[in-house]
């Protein structure tokens, strides 16, 4: 008897796992394991959702006209030259599936996103891993991974879960590093909170070259993870390809009206990166003072990281305990360590504490 057999590549894939939200026992759950804003999202975007919910009945808007015109308007880019997914992964799986497959090979960093060798395989292609230099992409190192089967290069700017990032003039020259049939994808997830001024998400390139493709999307500063919404912007070639390949209604309403509300609401992101810039200083620093180590974040995360696996193990089931969900990094390549995201200030207190009680116990 034979069976259906899906494609090469299929098979190897480990599937993702997110962060938990449930402990059994708990009364109060603090959820630090996901990267999601303690502020919720604009208020703007509660009310848009709350008025389309009579028109549910209504097809979406398959080209997310609205959505596209206002981050056009926002960070002043042609509205054509955008596309929206439902999430930014959806994103990066269709660049994937469009660009590279068997006997191809998409290149991303040592401790990248773990979708990216997810997606590379689920189209067929190898997924290859460049070194990185105290948990900083290396654009040297990434250059001499390049092989001549690789079409693909994502690069995490900043980088999810270690916090770094890659000044521009190093994006820049990266790019210019690259042969011209490698395709340049710089997820900026993260970029609302950086106020790094040698820092770009990427838009220029994007802009200004035929091979450069920059994502971002609405579940970090943004505060909408559950609606599953992203954009990309990019040469207009490469905008073509994923119009094509999506699905026609790929983004549904609810997260396109919202999305729209949270856009034209500025304000809410600068009070959300307020929020993550004093929060993230100050729990970075107590953390430090009791010995962890810490390396600089530009994320709403940090990276605490303990002297051996074995420590942060038993530092995470210290947390679970009294309610505390935070994030272990074995996946990433990094089993001594545990990723927080920064919460709200009461929250982040009851994690600081918590912490300072299980190193007196070690």
């Not at 259906?4 to 938990?20: C, S």
């Not at 449930?22 to 804003?37: F, M, P, Q, T, Y």
């Not at 521009?168 to 001024?197: H, K, M, P, Q, W």
């Not at 390809?241 to 983004?251: E, K, L, Q, S, T």
Request: charge should be negative; include cysteine.
């Amino acid at each position: 008897m034979t069976h259906p057999t899906p494609q090469p590549g299929v098979l190897d894939i480990a599937p993702y796992v997110g962060g938990e939200s449930k402990l059994d026992g708990v009364d109060r759950i603090i959820k630090l394991a996901s990267n999601e804003n303690p502020l919720g999202c604009s208020p703007k975007a509660r009310e848009a959702l709350k008025a389309m919910a009579g028109e549910m009945h209504r097809y979406p808007d398959g080209g997310a006209s609205g959505l596209r015109a206002a981050l056009g308007k926002r960070y002043g880019l042609d509205p054509a030259r955008i596309v929206c997914g439902s999430g930014s992964d959806e994103l990066i799986g269709l660049l994937c599936h469009a660009y590279a497959g068997p006997g191809d090979e998409v290149l991303y960093t040592e401790h990248g996103f773990l979708m990216y060798p997810i997606y590379a395989k689920g189209a067929g292609a190898t997924p290859v891993k460049a070194p990185e230099t105290d948990l900083r992409a290396d654009v040297d190192k990434l250059l001499a991974a390049v092989t001549d089967k690789t079409r693909i290069l994502f690069l995490a700017n900043p980088n999810n879960p270690t916090g770094t990032y890659v000044s521009a003039e190093d994006l820049r020259r990266l790019r210019e590093g690259l042969r011209d049939d490698i395709l340049l994808v710089i997820d900026a997830a993260y970029a609302e909170y950086v106020g790094s001024n040698d820092y770009s998400p990427g838009l220029e390139l994007a802009q200004s070259t035929d091979n450069t493709v920059m994502t971002r999307t609405f579940s970090k500063a943004y505060g909408l993870p559950a609606l599953r919404l992203g954009w990309a912007y990019g040469p207009e070639g490469v905008i073509d390809v994923i119009n094509r390949v999506r699905g026609p209604f790929n983004v549904n309403a609810a997260a396109l009206a919202a999305g729209q509300a949270a856009v034209e609401d500025p304000a809410f992101i600068d009070l959300s990166k307020e929020h993550n810039d004093y929060w993230l200083d100050q729990l970075s620093a107590r953390l430090r003072a009791l010995g962890i180590d810490v390396p600089t974040s530009v994320g709403n995360f940090i990276l605490a990281r303990f002297k051996d696996a074995d420590q942060a193990s038993r530092a995470d089931d210290y947390l679970r305990n009294r309610g505390l969900i935070v994030r272990r990094m074995a996946g990433y390549g990094l089993p001594e360590s545990l990723r927080i995201t920064i919460g709200s200030g009461e929250e982040n207190e009851i994690l600081a504490d918590a912490l300072s009680d299980y190193m007196q116990g070690e």
